[in-house]
């Protein structure tokens, strides 16, 4: 695969991103962020990022080479961000602009030149109601719709998941290019530990009203009721805690879930290679991080069916999906029970470790770098790698090809937004925003023949062309045989 990572060598990055790992409410958004950026510095970019400042935290740092300045607070960072950007325009060459539910609005304060690509893990539309009184949830709901819409314009995106992207386009009106760029997981363990004798849910999650922890709690007392011996050990903390402790103390489940707050991660891994199974109340994510780091363990999710849980849980292989709550309880029973087979639990397993196994930091680096190269390219009016490939963007879709003969060159006659893996004897390559005439056309003029031609289904949008690798990887749902 092109290592467009590489292609950012002594490029100056700028990160907007309202917090940084080391803040106490850092979630996933600042992971996804993070681990990408290390990489590009270890590829010799620099990068900085401009965020919020935590009490008790230096202004600046140094962050795994990465240079972090802080400064304000929950709100008062965007305009701090603003004005730092005034005063750096032209500095940086890119600006990678992480959209949290309050844009930073980029455009307005780098200047018109400036290549910017937008980070959006999930739409928050339903979430601001939760956190803002009624007037500031519409001003925040206009600001993440219309308003931004209308500065960011047709800058690229790159979304998380499919669920993502469709919540872009059809609730908030986006019309510009679209890319998605999983998350990486935790590096595949080498073997699963033996699970818990006793039936045991691990949830590893911030206690945040929005991940709806209550509602697992309000099920657990009938399920108790049919599975004997369960446990229920919850990890991670947060302002919503207190409340979830009372709460399972007020519904007598103090013999049954433990409260473990936050935990190093090598605790987190012991807790998690016990368990039987997972859970995700969340009521909207973009990408289901703590579902893939426990399927790396071998343990599978139930979780309800919402944006972004809805991608990285294949329904009825590693987990199962429960389209309302009130249903919630009844399905833990039933896959507590399933799971209860030695036979089907190793099987679950070994699916959940093949499908976190698809998924990398390397990667997500590689992926969102080939945004930010093609933006470059187009900012300056230069064509990557002088492409021979003149397609026209069809919205969203992409297509799989798989070559019978590997095919050396071909990445450096495509554009960096596309994928290419070299696997034995054949090539296969993922083709953003073409549909399968102009996947042909694009394939001839490259000198590609293309033994499998198919629309891309979401399961290899977010896999990608490492996905013929794995032994049941969905090509053959889609008529390509990889054998």
Not at 27 to 45: D, L, N, P, T
Not at 287 to 304: D, K, N, Q, Y
Request: aromatic share 4%; proline share 6%.
């Amino acid at each position: 695969m092109t290592d467009h990572s590489d292609a950012l060598r002594g490029a100056r990055l700028l990160v907007l991103n309202w917090r940084d790992v080391r803040h106490p409410l850092a979630g996933g958004a600042e992971q996804y962020m993070h681990e990408i950026g290390k990489r590009w510095v270890a590829s010799g970019a620099h990068v900085t990022w401009l965020t919020a400042a935590v009490p008790g935290q230096p202004a600046r740092d140094r962050l795994d080479g990465m240079h972090i300045m802080r400064a304000g607070g929950v709100l008062s960072v965007y305009p701090r961000v603003a004005a730092r950007l005034l005063r750096l325009r032209g500095h940086f060459d890119a600006i990678v602009d992480c959209q949290n539910g309050i844009p930073f609005f980029s455009p307005l304060f780098a200047g018109r030149r400036t290549p910017i690509v937008q980070i959006v893990h999930h739409v928050h539309q339903d979430q601001f109601a939760t956190h803002f009184s009624a007037p500031m949830a519409a001003l925040g709901r206009w600001l993440e719709g219309s308003a931004a819409r209308r500065v960011y314009g047709r800058r690229p995106i790159a979304a998380v998941s499919p669920s993502t992207r469709h919540e872009l386009r059809s609730r908030l009106g986006y019309r510009g290019p679209i890319f998605v760029v999983p998350n990486g997981t935790v590096p595949l363990p080498a073997e699963r530990r033996r699970r818990a004798a006793d039936p045991t849910i691990v949830v590893v999650s911030r206690l945040v009203p929005h991940k709806r922890i209550d509602l697992l709690l309000g099920h657990l007392g009938m399920v108790a009721d049919e599975v004997p011996g369960l446990r229920v050990e919850i990890v991670g903390d947060g302002p919503d805690r207190a409340r979830l402790q009372s709460l399972a103390q007020e519904l007598g489940l103090q013999s049954i879930v433990t409260f473990h707050g936050r935990v190093s991660d090598e605790a987190r891994d012991e807790l998690l290679a016990c368990g039987w199974l997972t859970t995700s109340t969340s009521q909207a994510e973009g990408w289901g991080c703590t579902i893939l780091e426990a399927a790396a363990w071998g343990v599978p999710c139930l979780a309800l069916r919402v944006p972004g849980v809805r991608d990285s849980v294949l329904d009825g292989e590693t987990g199962w999906l429960v389209d309302e709550s009130r249903h919630l309880g009844s399905a833990l029973v039933r896959a507590l029970r399933e799971l209860a087979d030695p036979t089907r639990a190793q099987a679950v397993a070994d699916t959940c470790r093949t499908w976190a196994g698809c998924f990398s930091w390397d990667r997500s680096a590689n992926l969102l770098a080939g945004i930010i190269h093609s933006e470059l390219a187009r900012m300056s009016e230069v064509t990557p790698h002088q492409s021979v490939d003149h397609r026209e963007a069809r919205s969203d879709m992409a297509v799989l090809a798989v070559s019978t003969h590997r095919q050396p060159d071909v990445e450096h006659q495509l554009r960096a937004v596309d994928e290419v893996v070299h696997f034995g004897d054949r090539t296969a390559v993922v083709l953003n925003g073409c549909d399968e005439p102009a996947a042909t056309a694009v394939l001839r003029r490259v000198g590609m023949p293309a033994k499998s031609l198919q629309l891309v289904d979401n399961r290899l949008m977010l896999a990608g062309p490492a996905a013929p690798l794995a032994p049941d990887n969905g090509l053959a749902e889609l008529g390509i045989d990889t054998a």
